[in-house]
């Protein structure tokens, strides 16, 4: 259970990247092998992993720097699939070495929800927390992926419902790239992903708690007014 205690108030949002996919300006990677194919056509970044075994990320480096408060959404399409299991969507908070990431996808059924934060091999992970109870997703309409970070605290949604609320201590930390991920089998494209850096500040406001403890705090003081 989390007990926040603290609102935040948005003092500015500045978008420090916006990609529509008009162009390849930002030199995405192209692919065109055996296993993997990716393409900038007609306003969407279409991405086949068509491997057997191996999953597929396409990163791009942020301006966001270790601790800062952001929004990263995106909206991503599913075009084809050889099964229901196959994970794609977002990768997150992790360098140029690529030795520790978090991932945020949904299954290919649209019935799972999936965060991560892993070793690349997938050998060893520090936390994971899988959804198996989602409202209804179209698989045939457009998903979109938000990660809100405000505070210690990271929200995750899906077409604009909460899936998940975590301390930012589970998760990698150095929030430089972002990312596509994408498991064999499945085909995906994106005409949308846009990282907007957020300035805050914490609200001073009377949790439940603290509300409870100054009336404790009054009544004493009554108390010993009673007895001077």
């Known amino acids: 259970m989390h007990i926040l205690t603290e609102l935040f108030q948005i003092v500015n949002r500045q978008s420090i ?101 892993f070793e690349k091999d997938h050998h060893k992970i520090y936390h994971r927390f899988q959804n198996r109870k989602l409202p209804f997703i179209n698989l045939k309409k457009p998903i979109q992926f938000s990660i809100i970070k405000l505070g210690e605290y990271l929200h995750f949604f899906i077409n604009q419902r909460k899936i998940y609320l975590a301390h930012e201590s589970l998760f990698a930390n150095d929030n430089s790239y972002i990312g596509y991920y994408i498991e064999p089998g499945l085909s995906i494209k994106s005409n949308y992903l846009e990282v907007k850096k957020l300035s805050s500040r914490a609200l001073d406001v009377v949790t439940g708690i603290q509300q409870l403890m100054s009336e404790v705090k009054h009544n004493n003081g009554m108390k010993n007014n009673i007895f001077k």
């Open 17 to 117: 990247l916006l990609e529509n996919f008009s162009n390849n300006n930002r030199k995405w990677e192209i692919v065109d092998i055996e296993t993997e194919k990716t393409i900038i056509k007609e306003g969407y970044y279409h991405m086949h992993n068509t491997s057997t075994r191996r999953w597929n990320y396409y990163k791009m480096k942020t301006a966001l720097k270790k601790g800062q408060d952001f929004i990263i959404e995106t909206i991503i399409e599913l075009n084809k699939k050889e099964d229901n299991y196959g994970h794609f969507g977002l990768l997150w908070g992790f360098d140029n070495q690529i030795d520790y990431l978090n991932r945020f996808t949904l299954s290919a059924d649209g019935k799972r929800a999936l965060i991560m934060h």
